[in-house]
């Protein structure tokens, strides 16, 4: 029997869903192929506006031709469907294209509303739909100086934070008397209204645009019916959507009053073998216009076909949102149009947050929400909706500020039921969540990367992040974070004893807050800690003992014993006299050289008694340690930028000296890397780096939390367009928090993705400085900064400290163990074991 | 009677940390333990490493137990007994160690 053939009109988010669904059930085995008219396979629109922030279309990409080729779809891209045949099964493409089907799938999405304006069709008039509509304003936006939005819904907003982020000067023309009118009350809308013109976005409501005409300061000038205008030389329309049905419509499947194409509850068109999902789908009247109901559309329509039962039952539009940076959700129904509702409200204009909780007439269940400026309610209130939960006897506690009782205003996540569903972004259920911590998830980062929830949208971070807890306890696991058995605190709160209470040694913190004689866990760790605030030498008295053999002998162990010398060479610069001094070096004690991945020399093989002549010439020539031993910043690689490569656009070795010059020395949880790329060709590699830094024509990108190594990870854009003050300001806090909360070699990439609220609210930290933690963070590194010393120089001043660097405490013969052989003309230790050499092809 | 040997004045021990010393030519590993006044000697040679490297290590205590965790892998070896925690197939060769006339002093085995 031939394999049944489905053909997908549309290759959305909604269309990729369905053919992933029947790709991950192996065991179905289907012909599929799909159509797109634009240029590229499926990509996030949910986060489009990433676009504006640095993503590029690839990282918006859901799929690759890759993933369709090795399972077999195919797809046909930038062709668009124009004929649908339901009598013989088969559809035509705008280039001749003809392709029989046994199921068809109609997943067109839907197509921006652009009001019948005249004027509406000039050539700087833009929608907000596709990446090609993003490139078109971002061209626009170039010579432009004025944008308008025409809309102020949720996508109108984030079309705004568009033309923001391009640099224009911001207004939003909206019809109605107030904002995102769908989802807000009034009280909501007109807090909107406020924080967004705080941000200087200019908001006009109850304006109906007449005509687009040429303008005298702009190119354009919007004439509104009541008589006032508008100048601006960039228009987004963004008015709303409409089903996407023009195909359905041609050729006689039935269509909804006011467009959609009609659908029962298996997603089937009244053509039994026709289906329509997504945007393009009208369902009891509805269109449904977010992501997550298309998705379970997808589900319904691929379980259809497959001969499983599953129903499309509807959608709730709940949603949550973070729009120029406030925070936004609506749940439920907040137009007052349940018989008896009533509600509570919290207004605080001093903070600017506003929440509603819109309650049935007996008390008992929750009707809808309005949350503004702090939307952390959310996960609880949208819960208590869905799963139709009972309230606490006192509702007003669920959207008060917290009095320092976290339990008061949640409720426990033990009493949701396991199909409760967590992240909607994903579908992930809380029996899903709590079957992946049963199999073995016990951090967020684990639970993310197993279950994909709270990767999309975020939004319900803080709700996975009590399921794991208390899915952790149930199972018997301690949630313990206790540094080992001698302190009884995690390494952030042995920070927060260490600063507040100024303990300067370890005896005083084992004497106050520890027990038995310490380990190798936590005295490294003190001694860490100790050094990120004091900044004492690490060779004092009171400090060797906490020193790994790294840190103890100021070198890198290797693993017959001996040491690496690695000198500084910030950003990889170093003058040809300094590389006669390391060749000269390296040659008179044997040292086997390598250039390492940091931009700097590596010298290997050096025994105790011959590191302080060593570094007494390295010290002579102007060479400094370059830390290489301790957990802290190591370099700062760089490009040579606009200084001679003649596609630089900021002089990106000057600052890498000047960043590796600032933060040299700094000890921290784990080692730190940074570096800096003086133009987008990336060459320096910044993007893997715990601190990466791109210069634009706008100023520097910052990209913090990535890294190389066995989990390799890109870093995240954290701000754009930024001059060196505010980066600096910017990296002082982000490394100081990150010294201050960081578990024991914990890098950056793996603190931020276990952080509640993530990069959201490290940013929230950092640049808004929610915590008001900026000054203290930027002193202490000052501190830190004031205190820093070369260690081998102050080690070299002091006769006491030198007398350590012996391998014989009561002679000077050396360690008669230690063999060398020779390997490409240089010295590596003896090889004791016989190699197996492997042949490879 | 064995004898007892000077190695070097106490005031060369470093607090809680460890010295290597040569003695009867073989590499002694030497800690001195400030927070109980303890004296280990035990074999600076690594058997899981196979590098003279022990005396290097940190002094740790577990369940009341003092250990040196190897500077290399960081195997926990019991400074009294000299068996590895964490592979006890490993033992170190200890010494008779004690401080006399502010000398630190080693135990000749022979």
């Not at chain 1, 990446?131 to 809309?151: C, P």
């Not at chain 1, 690496?564 to 008179?588: F, H, M, N, Q």
Request: with cysteine.
């Amino acid at each position: 029997m031939n394999k049944q053939r489905i053909v997908v009109v549309g290759n959305g988010m909604v269309g990729h869903k369905f053919i992933d669904t029947l790709i991950t059930d192996e065991s179905v085995d289907y012909e599929i192929i799909t159509f797109s008219e634009e240029s590229r396979l499926a990509y996030d629109r949910v986060q489009l506006s990433g676009f504006f922030s640095g993503k590029t279309a690839d990282d918006l990409a859901l799929t690759d031709a890759t993933y369709y080729q090795e399972n077999g779809i195919n797809f046909v891209l930038n062709d668009k469907v124009v004929t649908l045949d339901t009598k013989n099964n088969q559809v035509v493409t705008n280039s001749g294209r003809i392709e029989p089907y046994d199921k068809l799938v109609l997943a067109t999405g839907s197509f921006p509303f652009v009001p019948p304006i005249a004027g509406n069709d000039k050539e700087h008039c833009h929608v907000y739909r596709t990446i090609d509509d993003l490139e078109d304003i971002t061209a626009s936006g170039k010579s432009s100086k004025v944008g308008v939005v025409v809309g102020g819904g949720l996508l109108g907003l984030e079309a705004a934070n568009a033309l923001v982020n391009l640099g224009l000067e911001t207004h939003v023309v909206e019809f109605a008397p107030r904002l995102m009118a769908v989802q807000l009350d009034d009280g909501g809308g007109q807090l909107l209204r406020r924080k967004i013109e705080a941000l200087g976005v200019q908001v006009h409501t109850e304006k109906a645009t007449t005509e687009i005409v040429d303008g005298e300061n702009c190119r354009y000038r919007m004439n509104f019916a009541d008589g006032s205008f508008l100048e601006t030389d960039t228009i987004v329309f963004s008015a709303g959507i409409r089903p996407q049905d023009e195909l359905a419509r041609q050729f006689d499947l039935k269509i909804g009053e006011r467009g959609g194409i009609a659908i029962n509850d298996q997603c089937q068109t009244n053509v039994e073998n026709v289906y329509a999902i997504g945007e393009c789908a009208l369902w009891d009247n509805k269109i449904f216009g977010l992501v997550a109901p298309g998705y379970q559309m997808a589900k319904v329509a691929a379980a259809h076909i497959k001969g499983e039962s599953l129903t499309f039952t509807g959608a709730d539009m709940s949603t949550k949102l973070k729009l120029l940076g406030i925070d936004v959700a609506s749940i439920g129904e907040v137009h007052g149009q349940t018989p008896g509702a009533q509600s509570y409200t919290y207004h605080d204009e001093i903070e600017q947050v506003y929440k509603r909780l819109i309650v049935s007439e007996d008390g008992t269940k929750i009707v809808g929400a309005v949350l503004v400026g702090n939307a952390e309610a959310y996960g609880t209130l949208l819960q208590l909706l869905l799963n139709d939960m009972t309230l606490p006897e006192n509702p007003a506690v669920l959207i008060l500020p917290s009095t320092g009782d976290e339990q008061a205003a949640g409720f426990g996540v033990e009493a949701l039921p396991e199909t409760a569903t967590i992240c909607s972004c994903f579908d992930v259920s809380k029996g899903d969540l709590t079957s992946a911590v049963a199999a073995g998830c016990c951090t967020m980062g684990d639970l993310k990367e197993q279950t994909k929830a709270s990767t999309g949208c975020g939004g319900c971070s803080a709700l996975t992040k009590q399921v794991l807890d208390s899915e952790l306890a149930s199972l018997g696991f301690e949630v313990n974070n206790d540094l080992c058995e001698h302190f009884a605190y995690s390494r952030q709160e042995l920070t927060d004893i260490i600063r507040v209470k100024k303990i300067t040694s370890f005896d005083q913190l084992l004497e106050n807050y520890g027990s038995g004689l310490g380990c190798e866990i936590c005295k490294p760790t003190a001694g860490s800690i100790l050094a990120s605030y004091w900044n004492e030498y690490v060779l004092e008295d009171n400090h060797i003992e906490l020193q790994d053999s790294n840190d103890l002998y100021l070198g890198n162990i290797q693993k017959n014993g001996t040491y690496s010398v690695v000198p500084r060479i910030a950003g990889g610069e170093i003058t040809p006299d300094k590389l006669i001094v390391l060749g000269e070096v390296a040659k008179e004690f044997d040292l086997y050289t390598k250039i390492t991945g940091g931009q700097r020399i590596d010298l290997f093989g050096a025994q105790l008694h011959e590191l302080p002549v060593i570094w007494q010439q390295l010290i002579d020539a102007g060479f400094e340690t370059g830390h290489a031993y301790g957990k802290s910043l190591r370099t700062v690689k760089s490009c040579v930028g606009n200084t001679w490569c003649r596609f630089g656009v900021d002089d990106s070795m000057t600052l890498a000296l000047n960043l590796e010059n600032r933060y040299k020395g700094l000890r921290s949880p784990h080692k730190i890397k940074f570096a800096v790329s003086g133009c987008t060709r990336e060459c320096a590699e910044a993007q893997s780096k715990d601190i990466g830094l791109i210069s634009t024509e706008n100023g520097w990108n910052m990209y913090v939390c990535g890294n190389g190594g066995m989990r390799p990870r890109h870093g995240d854009l954290f701000a754009s367009g930024l001059d060196e003050q505010t980066l600096i300001k910017y990296i002082d806090r982000f490394l100081m928090f990150y010294v201050r909360t960081a578990d024991r070699l914990q890098r950056t990439s793996v603190w931020m993705e276990n952080m509640e609220g993530g990069l959201d609210y490290l940013r929230e930290v950092v640049i808004e400085d929610k915590l008001n933690l900026a000054d203290e963070l930027e002193q202490e590194m000052e501190n830190n900064i004031e205190n820093y010393q070369c260690e081998w120089k102050t080690t070299l001043q002091n006769p006491e400290k030198l007398k350590r660097f012996k391998h014989f405490i009561n002679s000077d013969d050396t360690d008669n163990q230690l063999a060398f052989e020779l390997e490409r003309e240089q010295r590596i230790p003896a090889q004791q074991t016989i190699k197996v050499v492997e042949l490879t092809a | 009677m064995s004898q007892w040997f000077n190695i070097c004045k106490s005031e060369d021990l470093a607090p809680n940390s460890g010295i290597c010393a040569q003695f009867e030519s073989q590499q002694v590993a030497i800690f001195f333990c400030q927070r109980n006044q303890d004296l280990y000697a035990v074999s600076n040679f690594d058997p899981i490493a196979q590098a003279n490297v022990i005396s290097r290590g940190i002094i740790g205590s577990t369940q009341g137990e003092t250990y040196v965790a190897s500077p290399l892998y960081k195997q926990r070896f019991n400074l009294k007994t000299g068996v590895c925690l964490d592979l006890p197939e490993h033992v170190l060769k200890t010494y008779a160690v004690r401080i006399e006339a502010e000398h630190v002093q080693l135990q000749s085995i022979g």
